[in-house]
């Protein structure tokens, strides 16, 4: 005869934890085939985050992003994470004041006058509008000797910032100025922090820049990584 004794049911939490748990088997396998491929990310951090492993389930919404920063699906996964656990999300604001525009050959630069006398550092970001503007003369095919039209790159969007968060920063440490504009502060403390590309390219790419973004990821994952985790999400 078959034991009448009745076993001891197992909780209910334990076996979707099991369940949670084997799928990351089949999430990493997902990710091993394809690691560039955003929806095997989401789905384990969804499985995380139903556990309670928040931290865990934050980075696999992150490497979402890295995976496919281009789409809308890829951001749902850490919005909605952001909106459970009472985080704010975003991107510093940095906003070059000037303006260029080119016809029939001809770059006209648009400058702010309130950017000329000031004393919060504004002067500098002349240095960007000129940077690019050397990049569209002859730059651009120093950097790209296989592309035979000019397209916004990011080298140069990386060289046009760069210039200016190192004037600024210069200023403010011999006293020049006292302290830098919202922008401009912004901007320094990401370069400083060595974040300046990922920054370009999560918040301040078109559609010319994002062509560079999958070769910056092979060779720098880890700093897509730590944008998000220190800069866009703000954890230290």
Do not use: C
Request: net charge neutral; hydrophobic share 35%; charged share 30%.
């Amino acid at each position: 005869m078959w034991s009448s004794r009745k076993h001891p049911t197992q909780p209910t939490h334990s076996i979707a934890a099991i369940h949670f748990d084997a799928s990351g088997t089949w999430f990493a396998k997902a990710i091993a085939i394809d690691a560039n491929r955003e929806t095997a990310y989401r789905y384990w951090g969804d499985a995380l985050d139903a556990l309670g492993k928040t931290e865990q389930a934050r980075d696999k919404f992150v490497d979402a992003i890295v995976a496919e920063p281009y789409g809308r699906r890829a951001y749902v996964g850490l919005t909605q994470w952001g909106d459970r656990h009472k985080v704010t999300l975003g991107h510093p604001r940095i906003d070059p004041p000037n303006s260029t525009s080119t016809q029939d050959g001809k770059t006209t630069l648009s400058i702010d006058p309130q950017t000329l006398n000031s004393t919060d550092g504004s002067n500098e970001w002349l240095m960007y509008d000129l940077t690019r503007i050397a990049w569209k003369q002859s730059d651009f095919f120093k950097n790209y000797p296989d592309e035979k039209v000019y397209r916004h790159s990011l080298k140069e969007e990386a060289a046009a910032l760069r210039m200016v968060a190192e004037a600024a920063a210069k200023d403010l440490k011999s006293g020049k100025v006292k302290t830098l504009e919202v922008s401009l502060d912004n901007l320094v403390r990401v370069n400083d922090a060595g974040l300046l590309e990922p920054y370009i390219l999560f918040a301040h790419a078109d559609q010319e820049i994002a062509r560079d973004y999958a070769a910056y990821r092979t060779a720098n994952r880890d700093k897509l990584r730590r944008y998000w985790l220190e800069v866009a999400i703000g954890i230290k």
